[in-house]
């Protein structure tokens, strides 16, 4: 919620947003990696001071979600390190879309317009 509120394109007209959303980036990735979490439980930042540097966000486990959020902190030069499937690719280079099932209590709604 942080991350959508403090945007820099949703705050154009205020330049602190831009830094406050560095920070929800920089902590977010912190608290969603158990190692990094741990180290600054243990030893606040200065364990994590030469990561700092090299920081890189794994979204590739939010599956949908992810392309939200790298988007959103992709436009900060923040590494994402993000995975496609290689169905999606072959479905993408072959122009082929494949019916799946969709997870229980899982609702899609939307507009699918012919493409030719």
């Known amino acids: 919620k942080l991350a959508l509120k403090y ?14 959303f560095k920070e929800v980036a920089y902590s977010y990735n912190i608290l969603s990696d158990p190692e990094k979490r741990r180290q600054y439980d243990t030893a606040g930042f200065e ?3 030469t990561e700092n540097m090299d920081m890189e966000i794994d979204l590739s486990n939010l599956g949908t979600f992810n ?3 790298a988007a959103l902190f ?3 030069g923040v590494p994402i390190k993000t995975t496609v499937s290689p169905t999606v690719l072959e479905e993408a280079l072959n ?3 494949t019916v799946r ?3 229980f209590g899982t609702s899609v709604s939307g507009k699918v317009e012919k493409q030719c």
Not at 7 to 12: E, G, I
């Open 7 to 20: 945007h820099p394109d949703k705050n154009a007209n205020n330049p602190e947003a831009s830094e406050h």
């Open 47 to 49: 364990a994590l001071e």
């Open 67 to 69: 392309t939200m959020f």
């Open 74 to 76: 992709s436009k900060l």
């Open 95 to 97: 122009g082929t879309v």
């Open 101 to 103: 099932p969709l997870p």
